[in-house]
């Protein structure tokens, strides 16, 4: 079943700018979760916000959750080359640990 | 590095072969989960193990077949797999599935290639 959306499918910005990604989902979370895949390797997990938080900062990385809205962000500030790669939310519907991912944001970012 | 270790990177296997992939964590972690992932989409779930126990299991075909011999350990067994079957086999582990009201993120290795000729 498909619970995640995001948008925009893919991005390309400039060193420095700063990267917002978009996830919609459609029913009641326990968690909302983002992750990274750079090209040809597994996932790195960025950061993870319960369904009774609204925000929460990792460094570069800030994340909202709506949950009125059944929506979450993820904003990336100056970013740099390094960031290229693909992005996923990913929710977590009840504790037991499955994760529905998105269909993923793709990140370029141009020195 | 990635602390979930998956062997082998890459597998080309035939129709009629039977091949195992392996997963090791040694992070202590309780619950470990296989996905497959096909290119330009995201992870798909297939099985979960909490405690070395099978938990979820996402009708997945039977030629795909799971098995835990320990909590480090995570094998996937294949057998008359079919051309569709080639993708990304990602292999995950997490400090607890249950316990621990879930909210716990998930480590991945690198995953092994798969190609069915």
């Known amino acids: 079943s498909q619970q995640g959306e995001e948008d925009p499918q893919a991005l390309s910005i400039q060193e420095g700018e700063n990267a917002t990604m978009n996830c919609s989902y459609k029913?009641?979370?326990?968690?909302l979760q983002w992750y990274r895949q750079n090209s040809g390797r597994g996932l790195v997990h960025l950061i993870l916000?319960?369904?009774?938080?609204r925000e929460k900062h990792s460094g570069r990385l800030r994340v909202t959750l709506d949950t009125s809205k059944k929506s979450s962000s993820l904003l990336i500030t100056a970013s740099r080359a390094a960031d290229t790669a693909s992005y996923f939310c990913?929710?977590?519907?009840?504790?037991?640990?499955?994760?529905?991912f998105g269909q993923g944001t793709e990140l370029s970012v141009k020195p | 590095d990635t602390e979930v270790t998956q062997t082998p990177k890459h597998l080309v296997m035939g129709m009629t072969n039977k091949k195992s992939l392996k997963c090791e964590q040694h992070m202590g972690h309780r619950a470990m989960y296989w996905y497959k992932q096909k290119a330009k989409k995201p992870p798909e779930l297939m099985f979960v193990y909490s405690y070395e126990k099978l938990s979820i299991n996402e009708s997945v075909p039977s030629r795909f077949s799971p098995e835990c011999p320990n909590s480090s350990l995570l094998n996937l067994h294949l057998h008359a797999l079919q051309p569709e079957d080639s993708a990304l086999y990602l292999c995950?582990?997490?400090?607890?599935?249950?316990?621990?009201?879930?909210?716990?993120?998930?480590?991945f290795g690198d995953g092994t290639r798969l190609s069915i000729l």
């Open positions: 995950a582990s997490s400090q607890d599935s249950y316990l621990l009201s879930g909210n716990q993120p998930q480590h």
């Open positions: 916000i319960r369904s009774n938080e």
């Open positions: 990913a929710t977590e519907v009840s504790r037991g640990g499955k994760l529905i």
């Open positions: 029913t009641s979370i326990n968690n």
